[in-house]
């Protein structure tokens, strides 16, 4: 990875220079960078290596602050919550990085924070993620803003954002420790910080090995399956089709006839409600559930035979079917 801080203060022909220079040692080097400038800029908006210029730009991601804080809450008010946590109005916001940022019916772009359009023209535009080394990290925003919730709804809510990361298109990125409830003791801006606060405590490591598990099956997951790799945004815009459900729960399904994917209808559902809910399944079963509010990966955990499933509360749920 090649990653650049304030990547919207540098000028569009200085990130392709880099892009060029990168790819004589590896095409496969990730670039990426913050697509915004922190403040006034006296560059020019339209040459400014931004969000909003990325279509200008080939194979060059962007963080999205957009889902970011939909998932999570403001991440500069640390009382401020997010869709995991109660904040319903922060549901497009997600499903904006769900697609990867790119234009698709399925979502209402006057609703999702902050940009109100499809900044990106490919899914590997699009950075994913919940927490990065700037602000709290994942655990501590959720003490923050969520004290009245238990450490167990804690958990459940730091797997739930690891599933909307992992299950979405585009680019998934993660904070080192996030997977081990890493705190930061609430500093938020810990660049200047001793190492009794920046350290990786590896005892949580044994404690929370549950977590940890749980994101490494969602790796697993996502590594193993092209549905959730889909870079181009016409793919994406005819195989990913978004359920109705309730305003605290996010649905779609993918259809994998031209993703070369072994699975030939994946069916993710996020519950950020209270309450356990059932939904309606796509089509025709029987369906197998992969990830559940326990476990994530590539073994069934569960069969489903019915017309629909039950989603407990504040938690993710991935199902797959093939043709009988």
């Known amino acids: 990875g090649f990653r650049f801080d304030l990547m919207g203060l540098l000028d569009l022909d200085t990130m392709r220079e880099i892009r060029t220079e990168l790819d004589k040692i590896s095409p496969s080097i990730l670039l990426y960078g913050e697509g915004w400038t922190g403040g006034p800029s006296l560059l020019d908006r339209s040459e400014a290596a931004t969000k909003s210029n990325a279509p200008k730009l080939d194979r060059i991601g962007f963080f999205n602050d957009n889902t970011r804080d939909g998932i999570k809450g403001d991440a500069f008010h640390a009382e401020n919550t997010g869709f995991i946590s109660g904040n319903l109005s922060c549901k497009e916001s997600v499903k904006f990085g769900v697609v990867g940022g790119v234009s698709h019916p399925g979502i209402d772009y006057s609703r999702v924070n902050y940009s109100g359009f499809a900044w990106a023209s490919h899914a590997w535009h699009c950075v994913n993620y919940a927490a990065s080394h700037d602000n709290l990290t994942l655990y501590d925003k959720l003490l923050a803003s969520r004290p009245d919730l238990s450490e167990w709804d804690h958990i459940r809510l730091v797997n739930l954002a690891a599933a909307i ?34 350290q990786i405590d590896w005892t949580l490591k044994s404690r929370y090995y549950n977590v940890f598990n749980y994101h490494k099956g969602l790796i697993a997951l996502r590594k193993a399956h092209p549905a959730f790799q889909m870079a181009n945004a016409d793919d994406i815009r005819r195989n990913l089709t978004f359920c109705h459900c309730p305003e605290w729960m996010i649905a779609f399904y993918i259809d994998n006839h031209a993703n070369n994917d072994p699975w030939e209808t994946i069916f993710v559902v996020y519950n950020a409600g209270v309450h356990a809910e059932s939904i309606n ?39 797959y079917r093939n043709q009988n």
């Not at 298109?169 to 009794?196: A, C, E, V, W």
């Open 165 to 198: 990361v992992f299950t979405s298109q585009g680019i998934p990125f993660l904070l080192l420790g996030t997977d081990m409830m890493r705190s930061k003791k609430g500093d938020h801006n810990s660049y200047k910080s001793p190492d009794s606060i920046n």
């Open 281 to 319: 399944l796509p089509k025709e079963g029987p369906w197998h559930v992969v990830v559940n509010e326990n476990k994530a990966g590539l073994d069934i955990l569960e069969t489903i035979t019915g017309h629909n499933v039950t989603v407990p509360a504040r938690s993710a749920m991935v199902l």
